[in-house]
């Protein structure tokens, strides 16, 4: 499987401050998405990130609040902007890769609290 | 639209006695059913999966899974627990007659195995 490296791992973040979170993958992978776990809660699809276009978003979340890139096949970055303490979570990469095919694997989580 | 019900917040069961972790879908087509594992301070790792073939899928760390489409479950066993085996676990779908690739997890259910 796909090794899957996030960093942050933690950080503590100042309200109203933007808090960039790369997701690095160690081969190409189709698919690429970004989820949200809050405390004691399961998990929520933020977006898919798409290679070189816009992500594509679930309701509840927007742009605005949750810019991704995406610039090639083994690297992504979800933005979490003008934190709220509710934006305190684990945020998690999840890639599918080619080999594996309709598994989904997962980064160890940025875990992220909003002071 | 796709759902997944883990009705159990918390499983309790002694060492060495079998567990089952229930879980029910739904989709509008037919099925692709996941476990992931959850450790304290740690992201997901995949447990198993059912595709398509037998009903019966045998996964990480003993564990096994039983695909029943009548009843669209997806309980997830053990023969015999181990205290190492407490965590939380998250029942995942999607549905493979559509596009949409990301999972849809379930509440997740805390295991307890008790010395």
């Known amino acids: 499987s796909a090794v899957i490296s996030q960093k942050p791992s933690r950080d503590i973040c100042q309200r109203g401050t933007s808090l960039t979170i790369q997701c690095q993958v160690d081969?190409?992978?189709?698919?690429m998405f970004w989820y949200r776990q809050q405390p004691g809660q399961s998990l929520t699809l933020i977006a898919t990130?798409?290679?070189?276009?816009?992500?594509?978003?679930e309701s509840g979340f927007v742009i605005d609040k949750f810019p991704i890139s995406r610039p090639n096949l083994t690297f992504s970055t979800l933005t979490v902007s003008n934190m709220s303490p509710e934006d305190s979570s684990i945020y998690l990469c999840?890639?599918?890769?080619?080999?594996?095919?309709?598994?989904?694997?997962f980064g160890e989580g940025s875990w992220l609290t909003v002071v | 639209a796709q759902s997944v019900a883990q009705p159990e917040d918390q499983v309790n069961v002694a060492e060495g006695n079998p567990l089952t972790v229930k879980c029910t879908y739904s989709?509008?087509?037919?099925?692709?059913l996941f476990w992931y594992v959850q450790y304290p301070n740690r992201g997901l790792q995949f447990l198993l999966k059912?595709?398509?073939?037998?009903?019966l899928v045998k996964g990480s760390y003993g564990f096994e899974a039983e695909f029943n489409k009548s009843q669209t479950s997806f309980h997830l066993k053990k023969p015999s627990a181990l205290v190492s085996d407490s965590a939380l676990y998250f029942c995942?779908?999607?549905?493979?007659?559509?596009?949409?690739?990301?999972?849809?997890f379930g509440s997740g259910t805390r295991l307890q195995v008790q010395p």
């Open positions: 995942a779908v999607r549905d493979r007659d559509t596009g949409r690739r990301a999972l849809t």
């Open positions: 059912y595709i398509t073939g037998d009903n």
């Open positions: 081969s190409q992978v189709t698919m």
């Open positions: 990130a798409n290679q070189g276009s816009e992500a594509t978003y």
């Open positions: 999840s890639v599918s890769d080619r080999l594996s095919g309709n598994t989904i694997y």
């Open positions: 989709v509008s087509g037919n099925p692709y």
